[in-house]
């Protein structure tokens, strides 16, 4: 009788309490906008003008010339990682370039066709186009247009790295560890360019999968206060600030002529707001102890909704549009365990010159409820900045 009666009690204090919730009303705000007009009143006048002499053309005295196009030759085999979703070329891949002919091959698939490169001011552009180039015979179904992709070129004697340019609708990334054909040569110095090699760090999706929300990072962050600037010099920085924020574990991983960076799986609130202790990296949602009344009442009202979270920190001087594919949970939870962890010396190697930028994204991800899968969120309720402002990592890159 006397649980009976202590279970009695408990449910009317729960249904009392409720009764006294009542409803929650929501209070909308409205912002008013104010507009104003100002008027501007023009005057005219007439003057009589001298007639000017035509100018001379005058050669051009900078240290190159914009106008003068010169055609590069990348004839060679090179052997390394290719990306090109659209004719199903993925993973390991050799490229044989012979004059304006090329072949790429990954694994059993085989595409062919022609690539025309040009050099401008030390720029090398090139566009490939995949396929037969016969001109078909006249017909009233004529075949659909032959695939052909923008592209930037970086040739470093036996290294070529292929990457599409802002805008390009296709996406497509060549990378080489090094000509099949070319002897080993002794780097001397610090190297200005190239991509990492396959073998020592892994290849991070690129162009990376788009994220919740991203941010620049403003370059006086990373930068050394006087001197030259490396890219070890802002691997290093960038793990300080890390750890500062509570950070213990990152991971490495390579991207054109440069690196990423990349956070633990950690638990934060819906404000951006990381847990507390030992809570704050676990990868299941995160149920308190019910040591109070209020704990259990709290428990029936409130849904427990996990909100996860993943900062990737871009090093390159390669600008990048974000692919458009949804990254899953398991996916951003490996990323930490699948990456080096260090950088690579070659990478660390490279000047940090004015083309580099430095760019956080974050991969948000929410779970609805305990026995729900968490999905990515696209777009975050915070911008970038307001991410790293509350995991603490904008407030340690700020202080030197």
């Keep these: 009788m006397r649980e009976r009666s202590s279970q009695f009690i408990g449910l009317a204090f729960v249904l009392a309490f409720a009764a006294s919730v009542g409803?929650?009303?929501?209070?909308?705000?409205?912002?008013?906008?104010?507009?104003?007009?100002?008027n501007a009143t023009t005057s005219t006048s007439t003057t009589k003008h001298q007639p000017r002499r035509p100018k001379s053309k005058r050669p051009w005295s900078g240290r190159c010339d914009p106008t003068k196009q010169e055609q590069a030759d990348l004839s060679g085999t090179y052997t390394g990682k290719v990306n090109y979703p659209d004719a199903s070329l993925t993973g390991d891949a050799t490229l044989t370039i012979t004059g304006n002919d090329f072949s790429l091959t990954a694994g059993s698939t085989t595409q062919s066709g022609r690539i025309t490169a040009v050099t401008t001011c030390?720029?090398?552009?090139?566009?490939?186009?995949?396929?037969?180039?016969?001109?078909?015979?006249?017909s009233p179904n004529p075949p659909?247009?032959?695939?052909?992709?923008?592209?930037?070129?970086?040739?470093m004697g036996d290294r070529v790295?292929?990457?599409?340019?802002?805008?390009?609708?296709?996406?497509?990334?060549?990378g080489t560890a090094g000509s099949a054909k070319a002897k080993p040569r002794r780097r001397r110095g610090k190297i200005d360019g190239g991509m990492k090699a396959a073998n020592e760090a892994p290849q991070f999706p690129w162009p990376p999968p788009r994220a919740s929300a991203s941010v620049r990072i403003p370059d006086e962050f990373v930068r050394k206060p006087s001197g030259e600037t490396y890219l070890r010099d802002v691997s290093e920085r960038l793990t300080q600030a890390l750890n500062r924020a509570g950070y213990e574990e990152i991971s490495w991983y390579a991207v054109p002529d440069g690196f990423a960076l990349v956070s633990q799986f950690e638990q934060c609130d819906s404000d951006g707001t990381p847990?507390?202790?030992a809570t704050r990296f676990l990868d299941k949602v995160f149920r308190p102890p019910l040591r109070t009344p209020?704990?259990?009442?709290?428990?029936?009202?409130?849904?427990?909704?996990?909100?996860?979270?993943v900062i990737v920190i871009i090093?390159?001087?390669?600008?990048?549009?974000?692919?458009?594919?949804?990254?899953?949970?398991?996916?951003?939870?490996?990323?930490?365990?699948?990456g080096t962890n260090g950088l690579p010396q070659d990478t660390g190697d490279l000047r940090f010159t004015n083309a580099y930028l430095t760019t956080a994204l974050i991969y948000e991800f929410e779970q609805a409820s305990v026995d729900s899968g968490a999905i990515l969120k696209q777009p975050s309720s915070l911008t970038g900045k307001m991410h790293l402002q509350k995991c603490g990592i904008w407030a340690a890159l700020e202080r030197r």
């Design 315 to 338: 090093v390159s001087d390669h600008p990048f549009s974000q692919r458009n594919v949804r990254v899953s949970r398991d996916e951003a939870l490996a990323w930490l365990s699948s």
């Design 275 to 277: 847990l507390s202790g």
């Design 294 to 309: 209020w704990d259990y009442i709290r428990k029936l009202i409130l849904p427990e909704v996990g909100h996860f979270r």
């Design 144 to 155: 659909p247009p032959v695939p052909a992709v923008s592209l930037r070129v970086r040739k």
């Design 23 to 38: 409803c929650v009303g929501l209070g909308v705000s409205a912002q008013n906008t104010k507009s104003s007009t100002t």
């Design 161 to 174: 790295t292929l990457m599409t340019v802002p805008g390009e609708r296709r996406s497509f990334s060549f």
């Design 122 to 138: 030390n720029y090398t552009g090139a566009t490939m186009m995949f396929g037969d180039l016969t001109p078909p015979p006249p």
